[in-house]
């Protein structure tokens, strides 16, 4: 017996071993895996980036980081920006287009709509070298909305009343305390049109149209991609391999090699973006650009 232990020790000691130490011997192995991975890409330096912007915009924070690096990467000779969002908040879509416009002066960026790209997020998308559209995809809908409710016959069934003090006339405009008089309504709607103004102004000027044709292309209108080539707000109706293809070709790039983000950050970001945009759409009563 003692015989065949030492013959076998070489097989059974390294399984005794990882009984003993699962959890320990799991980790080092997801370790040996992650390192494998990014040494296997650091090998072969990318030279084009997708960045994904997806659900609703309510905060720009992390899509800028993207952007930014892509700007920073001197490796990086194009970008793909690939939309699927209704829109979201005016301050964050308006963060995302001018950066996009400046990374565009440093390296081409096409953008491609995959499904949706209405309202802020089409904003986000003005300034992109190329808009390419998925035949099956919705674009448009340039217009500003703000939403609020008026609860005070809620209120007054459950007996609530509010109290305010206040400095200023319009200090209550948009609460849902009660209804908004004249007054206040003809203030809100002037923030409203300023906004939906710098709105058309910008996406005629990136998009080189007539801003005095605006009802055609802006007022809110929903496009199918087909009609959105028409009205001249994207330029091409076609699939995502053709707007990789034009990445390619704008980048000069002999020998395309895409950055590839790791599967674990891949799903963790798109856990914690989906449950932000969730939260943020229904406690968020911000200026929307959808």
Do not use: C
């Amino acid at each position: 017996m003692k015989f065949f232990k030492i013959l076998f020790s070489p097989i059974t000691a390294p399984i005794s071993f990882i009984q003993r130490n699962f959890k320990a011997t799991l980790l080092v192995l997801l370790l040996i895996f992650i390192y494998n991975s990014s040494n296997k890409e650091t090998l072969t330096n990318a030279n084009l980036q997708e960045i994904n912007l997806n659900g609703a915009i309510m905060d720009a924070s992390e899509i800028l980081s993207k952007i930014n690096s892509a700007k920073k990467d001197h490796n990086i000779k194009g970008v793909l920006l690939i939309v699927n969002s209704p829109g979201g908040a005016v301050a964050p879509s308006v963060e995302i287009a001018y950066a996009i416009r400046e990374l565009n002066r440093l390296k081409p960026v096409i953008a491609y709509a995959s499904g949706t790209m209405a309202s802020g997020s089409y904003y986000s998308a003005i300034w992109a070298n190329k808009i390419i559209a998925n035949p099956g995809s919705m674009v448009g809908s340039i217009g500003v909305i703000m939403q609020s409710y008026n609860a005070s016959k809620l209120l007054d069934n459950i007996g609530i009343k509010t109290q305010t003090v206040k400095v200023g006339t319009y200090k209550e405009a948009g609460t849902p305390t009660r209804a908004w008089s004249k007054e206040e309504t003809a203030e809100l709607n002037k923030v409203i049109k300023n906004t939906y103004d710098m709105f058309v102004s910008d996406v005629a000027n990136a998009r080189r149209l007539d801003i005095k044709d605006h009802k055609k292309f802006a007022d809110a209108h929903i496009f199918t991609a087909s009609q959105a080539k028409e009205v001249g707000l994207i330029d091409e109706v076609d699939t995502l391999s053709r707007a990789k293809e034009l990445v390619v070709m704008r980048s000069g790039v002999k020998n395309p090699i895409w950055k590839r983000k790791d599967k674990i950050d891949k799903f963790m970001e798109k856990l914690v973006q989906g449950t932000i945009s969730n939260i943020s759409m229904q406690l968020n009563h911000k200026l929307l650009a959808f």
